[in-house]
């Protein structure tokens, strides 16, 4: 194994390690890291992933000069080496929703974390970071994105999950891809929330989707999520209709 560096966009990288033996076909865990005058990690990646994980950061970026943590929710994948990193960088905070903030991270983390309101905006020097909860999108409580304004680039946490490796980022649409996934290990909390959530997104105007598992995506995000809302919106449906 080794992971990947692949610059998204402006001052934006992707940590992407694809793990072959995960069933079907394999699997990548993504990680992302937004260089500005106060850096920030989005998705920790697992224990097992640090050493891996920490030096492809370090080749972008001197890990002690890290100063915010986040990720789209608290399951081993997102943050299981939460602590490693505050450990690696003295002056990194975790950030997160008041959801997560009060359920677990407050007890999780190593150094207290930073409760975010929705809507938050972070200012990083140079980028700027908007909090949103989205409760129980894809499948946590305390679920929450980030989407980094100067760039238009939404972090979309699990949203979008895909199998199989593929390229660092694309303009061919992924939900085809994200359906089938999703199809396969049904991990998406289905509520009649889910659908809105999803398509609400589509007002922050983002042009990249960085993605957790799977390839990114960078063209008309709108409709990418407008795709991916309705198709969980049927599937609603049909489960009420049964």
Not at 21 to 38: H, K, M, R, S, W
Not at 54 to 63: H, K, R
Not at 94 to 108: E, K, P, T, Y
Request: with cysteine.
């Amino acid at each position: 194994m080794h992971t990947r560096v692949d610059e998204i966009a402006d001052r934006i990288y992707r940590l992407s390690t694809f793990i072959a033996e995960v069933p079907p076909v394999g699997f990548t865990f993504n990680q992302y890291l937004i260089d500005a005058d106060e850096p920030m990690l989005f998705h920790c990646g697992g224990r097992g992933l640090f050493p891996l994980v920490s030096a492809a950061a370090a080749s972008v970026m001197p890990l002690t000069k890290l100063r915010w943590i986040s990720f789209g929710h608290v399951e081993s994948d997102e943050c299981g080496s939460m602590n490693q990193w505050l450990a690696a960088a003295p002056q990194a905070q975790v950030v997160h929703g008041a959801i997560a903030c009060m359920v677990s991270l407050n007890d999780l983390a190593d150094r207290p974390p930073r409760a975010l309101t929705n809507g938050e905006v972070l200012d990083l020097g140079g980028k700027r970071v908007r909090y949103i909860d989205t409760p129980h999108v894809p499948h946590a409580w305390e679920s929450g994105l980030v989407f980094e304004q100067s760039t238009g680039t939404l972090f979309t946490g699990d949203l979008f999950t895909q199998v199989g490796d593929g390229p660092a980022v694309g303009r061919d649409s992924i939900v085809a891809a994200a359906i089938a996934a999703e199809e396969g290990f049904q991990a998406t909390a289905l509520t009649p929330h889910t659908a809105p959530t999803i398509r609400a997104l589509k007002d922050l105007r983002p042009t990249t989707l960085a993605v957790m598992h799977g390839p990114c995506f960078n063209g008309d995000c709108a409709a990418e999520l407008e795709a991916l809302a309705a198709y969980f919106e049927s599937r609603l449906r049909g489960m009420q209709g049964a």
